[in-house]
């Protein structure tokens, strides 16, 4: 990573792009995870069932305050990989940050954890920041403002398609990635893909985090969402619909399963909603027309116990 002196003495940060853990792997994904990056696990010693001693890697979180310009805005928890995108998909998915909007910098300072993005627009959001919600996310997701505020304006793309076809090789590459979660737990994954392809892999402590580093990444890279398709180990509650909707991204796929809000919204806004999706076997329960049958389950075989996440070992996980 280098680092650049910005304003007010804070750094502008510039990293490089990871690689991802093996060639075939490198050249699929646009950004996958990088389980090997010593900064985000740290070794602990303890005891088994058995009493014996072992040492384990667990996930780091830390504090992350982010600002619009000159205003503070949230601290969050966050593994601490790609605060700019962090900083920038919490922005757009608050309604902080507008599509055309111009941003000038994004500061990071690691040692005071401190995010700071800065616009050619000014930016005042006293009134929005009164009225917060907790969501159901770990790591206590909030929003701010109006929940509906943007959500019945979008319009998703009525042609988009999920094949089957896909939907099973999507399973079995996400689920067989190295990753933060399969060393050591603790933590969600979120993904962009398109037709089979995943595109770009985050992690991090609350699965709102993994999906706002995606729109952050989707922003500045000038991602279109009209032809992917987001996919997400946690369940499909009714932040994960509004996000997903307010991305312009019309399918949700989850290995995880459903509230009974994020269904109603999905159906709503003819979001396409497909949980508990593990080897040969899923469930849709909105925006069925858009699935495409062109795989054999028969042919597809249940996931290897060795890859299996520890969330499906415990029901629908979180």
């Known amino acids: 990573m280098n680092d650049e002196a910005g304003t007010d003495g804070v750094k502008t940060v510039r990293r490089a792009r990871p690689k991802a853990a093996d060639p075939a792997a490198q050249a699929e994904f646009l950004l996958a995870p990088d389980p090997e990056d010593s900064r985000l696990t740290e070794r602990v010693r303890g005891v088994d069932q058995d009493g014996a001693e072992i040492e384990t890697g667990v996930v780091v979180e830390r504090p992350l305050t982010l600002f619009l310009n000159s205003q503070e ?18 922005l757009l998915n608050q309604n902080m940050l507008r599509s055309d909007d111009v941003i000038t910098a994004v500061e990071v300072d690691e040692d005071l954890d401190v995010a700071v993005v800065r616009t050619e627009r000014e930016t005042d959001y006293e009134e929005k920041l009164k009225k917060k919600v907790r969501t159901s996310g770990c790591a206590q997701g909030t929003v701010f403002g109006d929940l509906m505020e943007t959500f019945e304006q979008v319009r998703l793309p009525a042609e988009a398609e999920l094949r089957t076809s896909w939907l099973y090789s999507l399973s079995r590459k996400v689920n067989t990635t190295p990753s933060l979660y399969l060393g050591a737990g603790a933590i969600h994954g979120s993904v962009l893909c398109q037709g089979d392809r995943p595109l770009v892999y985050m992690e991090d402590v609350g699965r709102h985090n993994a999906v706002d580093k995606i729109a952050g990444y989707m922003f500045v890279h000038g991602i279109a969402p009209d032809d992917k398709i987001f996919y997400t180990t946690g369940r499909l509650t009714s932040e994960m619909v509004i996000k997903t909707v307010q991305m312009g991204i019309p399918i949700l796929v989850s ?26 076997r899923f469930i849709a329960l909105a925006g069925e027309e858009r699935i495409v049958f062109d795989g054999d389950p028969a042919a597809v075989a249940d996931e290897d116990p060795r890859h299996q996440r520890k969330g499906a070992q415990a029901g629908d996980g979180a």
Do not use: C, H
Not at 261 to 277: I, K, M, P, S, Y
């Open 73 to 90: 805005i949230v601290t969050m928890m966050t593994i601490g990989d790609y605060p700019d995108y962090l900083a920038i998909g919490f």
């Open 255 to 280: 290995r995880s399963g459903f509230t009974a809000w994020g269904v109603e919204l999905a159906r709503q806004a003819n979001l396409t909603l497909v949980g508990r999706a593990k080897g040969r």
